[in-house]
């Protein structure tokens, strides 16, 4: 970055510059951004004659990352919050867990009102897809698009994510999608630790109802709590976990979000690498079945 550059027009809002924690969630948050990611083939000075901080994308940038560029750069950090309260997240771990449907957790989430999301947001937005099918994907949050909707992954992200299950002969109708968060969280900011922290018992609950055979985290988010880590998803993508779920071992993965390929096309070949290895287990659990 140039030193002329101004830091203070650079701090996201909410985070004091000076401290050792400020300096690290400003960098998280830049990361989060994409940040360290390249946007296009070549190396572009974004500071000279690149986008302006409104999100203007040059137009050598295709429509759709264009699109995704300015939502990231419209992306505020996650706000700061106290530390989960253990009252909300034990009201959280009973309702799920008294759940004995997908319709029944469905509700409870509905009614939960541990965080203030809901009051912000319009629709619940649950799960999409088949609640038979092996494969269970999870992101991380709905947009303006599955709000008004109620349904994860129909906007941008969700179009891009499709096209990816047809490469691998998949379709709604063969996997089942939900996010760790139900509510979209105001100005398409990152789920905050205390939210993701309360709705992971209602998560972890729906993937126990829905007993998939393999369940693969879509981007960082999803990845971190489902698999609770602060690894990277550039480090842990494509590698074999195992997910214990109510005593349950199933094999999970994550890989890229669609919105990050958004960002960066090149990483689209990871993505791709990942689903051959996810449809080749599926295909080996389907020869063990028969
Ligand atoms: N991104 C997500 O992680 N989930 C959605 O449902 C939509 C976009």
């Known amino acids: ?34 940040a360290a990611d390249p946007v296009l083939e070549t190396p572009q000075c974004w500071l000279a004659d690149g986008p302006s901080a409104q999100g203007d994308a040059p137009s050598s940038v295709p429509e759709a990352q264009q699109a995704a560029i300015a939502a990231s750069v419209k992306r505020t950090a996650p706000s700061k919050e106290p530390a989960t309260d253990s009252g909300s997240l034990a009201e959280a771990q009973r309702a799920a867990a ?72 998949l379709d709604r109708t063969k996997v089942y999608i939900t996010n760790v968060l139900p509510w979209r969280p105001p100005d398409n900011r990152e789920p905050s630790l205390t939210e993701a922290a309360l709705f992971l018992p209602f998560l972890k609950r729906h993937i126990a109802l829905v007993r998939p055979r393999i369940v693969l985290a879509l981007g960082a988010t999803s990845m971190r709590h489902l698999f609770d880590t602060t690894e990277g998803i550039t480090r842990m993508r494509g590698k074999w976990q195992e997910l214990l779920i109510e005593d349950n071992a199933i094999p999970a993965m994550a890989t890229f979000h669609p919105a990050a390929l958004l960002r960066n096309a090149l990483n689209k070949r990871f993505v791709w690498r990942d689903m051959l290895e996810v449809s080749a287990r599926l295909g080996m659990l389907d020869q063990k079945d028969h």
């Open 98 to 169: 008294a759940a004995q449907s997908l319709a029944e957790l469905r509700e409870a989430m509905a009614r939960f009102d541990g965080t203030n999301l809901k009051a912000g947001a319009r629709n619940l937005v649950f799960a999409d897809g088949n609640s038979q099918a092996p494969l269970m994907l999870v992101g991380e949050a709905p947009g303006r698009d599955e709000d008004l909707a109620g349904l994860p992954f129909v906007g941008a992200s969700g179009q891009l994510l499709d096209r990816i299950l047809a490469a691998a002969g």
């Open 1 to 34: 970055m140039a030193d002329s550059t101004d830091t203070r027009e650079l701090t996201p809002p909410g985070f004091a510059m000076g401290d050792a924690a400020g300096a690290l969630a400003m960098l998280e948050w830049l990361a989060s951004l994409g």
